[in-house]
């Protein structure tokens, strides 16, 4: 629930007891809580591995301004929370436990400290065919996830369904990928889903070219050696972790790289389970460290640090620019699902949550101004809003866009001056067409690839992969079905 509705809910309960003759509440309770205790919590520190968590809004109302109504919506959503992959993730994790539990007697009191804990723990992943899937265990399921989504959205969003038209979902072609999109789907649409959606399964290959979610850029020198450097990355105060446990538990030789991949793991674990007990294992200090390791990563891989990246999000922009201008007559509702890494290029190519200078990387910029938690957790999505406006004092009718990304409004730097901070349309456009490089120039896509986004104009209204037929293969990840 919204700290907004909550308020809501809290004011109605409120003056239904003590309303004074004026009418409002004059006794009881503190109208508004002097803490903040939303700076603490662990799921903004977790990064991307964790689970969702609505983004730290500027307090601009989420609810369409008075006056206007959305026309038009464009959603690009992250698969839901998920068992970790296991090449580069899991196959580590299980590495380092099995290496701590070779340095243990295997009783129900080996282990001390901050690890007592471990004396009853089990390791989450029981079927390691689950390993990439969608979780669907747990307060953090990614089902749950979509499937709330879909009906949080429906009840935003469902006017723009005429009760007739079949509508199109767009996934990439990656297994847990599509089944956000299925479970996003039967939330929207509840008993309409098997008849009325129609999910479309765009590949991921690079041979798709520009007319893909999740479009490839060649011409971008670094993409592989900067994730790969990125994945070995620590912090000194992930060194400081280590050497506590093994200072209480002697035999233990954990290294700092060791206690990142103790803390992705414990991440993962939210996404399968309600609990971890690795949360408390680690200080927030080292948890804030944690999390900047990913932030780095994202900034200079897959964001605003790399040209290359923002000309990859300029793909959908633009699309999705061209759609906004053409206004629903070409399509109301647009519901996209991909991954995390092709999120952020869209958010960059954007122009919003760019540093004012480079993310150090050796020390923690506070405040920080790229947290990937805000922006790609689990679940992770972008919202674009097509707005029809009446005139206001501030504003003149129109057409305005708004971004908002995890359910809180993002206003464009240059240009807020629409109604709820939104920009007027015409403006928005040359916003996009300048804001970032463009794909085709930047990404040196062979010639033979299609050369622009088609699918959002040509899709299919079969019902054919709107469920998953027979069982989903061994930690299977790219797929057409
Ligand atoms: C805009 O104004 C017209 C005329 O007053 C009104 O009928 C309409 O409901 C208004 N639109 C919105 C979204 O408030
Ligand atoms: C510890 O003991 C349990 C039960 O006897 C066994 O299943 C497990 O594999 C053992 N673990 C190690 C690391 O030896
Ligand atoms: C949507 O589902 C309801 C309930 O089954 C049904 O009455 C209605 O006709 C369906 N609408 C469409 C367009 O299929
Ligand atoms: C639509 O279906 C046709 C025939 O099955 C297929 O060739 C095409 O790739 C599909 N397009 C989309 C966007 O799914
Ligand atoms: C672009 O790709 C072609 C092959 O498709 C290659 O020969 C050329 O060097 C590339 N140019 C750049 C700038 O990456
Ligand atoms: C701990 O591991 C390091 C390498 O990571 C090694 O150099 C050192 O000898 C090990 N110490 C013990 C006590 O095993
Ligand atoms: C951080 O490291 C990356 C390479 O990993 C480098 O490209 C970038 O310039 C560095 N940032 C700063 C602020 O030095
Ligand atoms: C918006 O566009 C109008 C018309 O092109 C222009 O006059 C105005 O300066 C622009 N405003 C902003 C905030 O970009
Ligand atoms: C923008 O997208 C449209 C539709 O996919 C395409 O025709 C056009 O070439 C694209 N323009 C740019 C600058 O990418």
Redesign the pocket.
């Known amino acids: 629930m919204s700290s907004t509705s909550l308020l809501a809910l809290g004011l109605a309960f409120i003056s239904s007891v003590s309303a004074g003759r004026h009418g409002y509440p004059q006794f009881g309770e503190k109208q508004f809580s002097q803490s903040f205790l939303d700076g603490y919590n662990l799921l903004k520190f977790t990064s991307s591995l964790g689970p969702y968590s609505d983004r730290v809004s500027y307090g601009v109302d989420r609810n369409t301004p008075a006056g206007c109504q959305v026309d038009q919506v464009f959603l690009l959503m992250r698969h839901g929370e998920r068992y970790p992959d296991y090449s580069g993730f899991g196959s580590n994790y299980e590495t380092v436990l099995a290496k701590m539990a070779a340095t243990q007697k295997n009783d129900s009191s080996s282990w001390k400290g901050d690890l007592a804990f471990l004396n009853d723990w089990t390791y989450y992943v029981d079927d390691p065919a689950m390993y990439s899937q969608e979780s669907y265990s747990g307060a953090y399921a990614g089902l749950a996830d979509a499937y709330s989504r879909g009906t949080d959205y429906r009840l935003r969003y469902g006017h723009l369904w005429d009760k007739k038209s079949v509508v199109p979902i767009f996934s990439s072609g990656y297994e847990r990928v599509i089944e956000t999109a299925r479970y996003f789907g039967q939330g929207f649409f509840g008993y309409n889903y098997s008849t009325s959606a129609a999910v479309n399964i765009i590949s991921e290959s690079a041979t798709q070219g520009a007319n893909s979610l999740t479009p490839s850029c060649p011409a971008d020198p670094?993409y592989v050696s900067?994730l790969v450097?990125?994945f070995s990355r620590t912090m000194p105060e992930l060194g400081v972790a280590a050497a506590r446990f093994n200072s209480q538990n002697p035999g233990l030789n954990l290294t700092a790289l060791d206690v990142s991949y103790l803390m992705q793991m414990a991440a993962f674990e939210l996404n399968v389970r309600a609990y971890t007990p690795w949360a408390e294992a680690f200080t927030l200090d080292e948890w804030v460290a944690y999390g900047y390791i990913w932030d780095?990563m994202y900034y200079?891989c897959v964001g605003p640090?790399s040209d290359y990246q923002i000309a990859v999000g300029q793909v959908y922009t633009n699309a999705t620019r061209v759609l906004m201008e053409a206004g629903p007559k070409s399509g109301s509702m647009f519901w996209s699902f991909v991954h995390d890494a092709n999120i952020t290029p869209v958010v960059a190519a954007l122009g919003l949550d760019i540093p004012a200078?480079?993310?150090?990387?050796?020390t923690i910029p506070f405040p920080n101004q790229y947290r990937v938690a805000d922006i790609v957790p689990m679940g992770g999505h972008l919202t674009l809003e097509r707005m029809t406006c009446n005139a206001t004092v501030k504003s003149t009718a129109g057409i305005y866009v708004r971004a908002v990304i995890n359910e809180a409004v993002v206003p464009f730097n240059a240009c807020q001056n629409g109604p709820g901070y939104s920009c007027p349309l015409a403006n928005y456009s040359s916003l996009i067409v300048d804001a970032a490089p463009r794909f085709d120039e930047k990404c040196n896509t062979s010639s033979s690839y299609p050369q622009y986004l088609d699918f959002f104009w040509n899709y299919n209204t079969s019902t054919q992969y709107n469920f998953q037929d027979g069982p989903i293969g061994y930690q299977l990840t790219d797929t057409n079905v």
Do not use: A, I, K, V
């Open positions: 670094t900067c450097g990125s780095l200079y640090g200078n480079p993310l150090p990387n050796d």
